[in-house]
């Protein structure tokens, strides 16, 4: 899986199209999608017409909260394949642990690896109760666990606790949809090295071994964003930058799905 990748969250059917296929142009080689997104078939036409060979394009797609449950999971797969217009998909996210079927999903997407139908499974939004929850029934340990993440979200436990336990974090609204642009500290370092907020933003994440997959649909900004991975911040930037943590959140906390 590549680590930096482009978001498809937010993005109108034809607005979707595009911007994958600029951002495959520019370089990039994952693409995170959803069911919710409701952009899948835009999604697989972008693929298609690239003409790259599929399997130098990483694509993730997720599990709706309303198709949870062994047999609604697998069904759901299916309807996502056949609007993405694909054979398989590189990785199948649990995209919010529902409490109402997260473990029965969890089985259907074990049933999709195991058959082949999919070439990782992993989970979104699973904080260290809800995936020690999860190895209580699970037999396969999640391949990724898709989180909000971002220096002023710095969830060092459980990036430690996935680490160990051999789950790459990818990380989500990774530029605080640039709600924390101005913040002093930031620009502080902009300037030292140069480089724009979501550049310095998106190096710390690359910085942690995160993979990132930033949201833009403006050509200039997937040119920027994709550019973070051609210079290295110092391991002090880094460290002073994790100091930045305030627990700030856009999204819902997983903490309220237990
Ligand atoms: N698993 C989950 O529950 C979950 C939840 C949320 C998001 N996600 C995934 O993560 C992806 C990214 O998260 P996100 O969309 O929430 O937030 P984000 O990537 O942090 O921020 C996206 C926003 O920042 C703007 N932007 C992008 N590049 C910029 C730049 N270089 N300078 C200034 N502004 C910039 C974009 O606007 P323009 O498009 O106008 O450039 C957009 O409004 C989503 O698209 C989705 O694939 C997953």
């Not at 590549?2 to 911007?19: H, I, N, R, S, W």
């Not at 972008?46 to 309303?66: C, H, V, Y």
């Not at 340990?141 to 969830?155: C, D, G, H, K, R």
Request: charge should be negative; glycine fraction near 6%.
């Amino acid at each position: 899986m590549p680590l930096l990748g482009l978001g498809v969250y937010d993005m109108y059917k034809a607005e979707a199209e595009q911007a994958v296929e600029d951002a495959l142009a520019i370089g990039y080689r994952l693409i995170d999608t959803a069911s919710m997104y409701e952009n899948e078939v835009e999604i697989g036409n972008a693929i298609k017409n690239a003409g790259l060979d599929r399997k130098e394009i990483f694509l993730t797609t997720k599990l709706n909260n309303t198709d949870h449950g062994y047999e609604a999971a697998l069904k759901a797969f299916d309807d996502s394949l056949k609007k993405l217009g694909q054979d398989y998909v590189d990785l199948y996210l649990i995209h919010w642990p529902i409490k109402e079927g997260r473990a029965a999903s969890w089985k259907g997407l074990e049933k999709l690896y195991a058959e082949k139908r999919v070439k990782a499974i992993g989970v979104a939004n699973y904080n260290i109760t809800l995936l020690e929850e999860l190895k209580l029934t699970a037999n396969i340990v999640p391949a990724v666990n898709q989180i909000e993440f971002s220096p002023w979200l710095y969830q060092e436990d459980l990036l430690a606790y996935c680490k160990a336990a051999g789950i790459q974090v990818q990380s989500y609204s990774p530029i605080t949809r640039g709600l924390k642009f101005s913040d002093e500290r930031l620009v502080l370092i902009c300037n030292k090295y140069n480089r724009t907020p979501a550049q310095i933003v998106l190096n710390w994440h690359l910085q942690h071994g995160i993979s990132t997959i930033p949201k833009s649909s403006k050509k200039e900004r997937l040119v920027e964003n994709f550019d973070a991975t051609s210079f290295t911040l110092s391991n002090e930037d880094v460290k002073i930058m994790n100091g930045f943590n305030e627990n700030f959140r856009i999204c819902d906390d997983p903490q309220t799905y237990l």
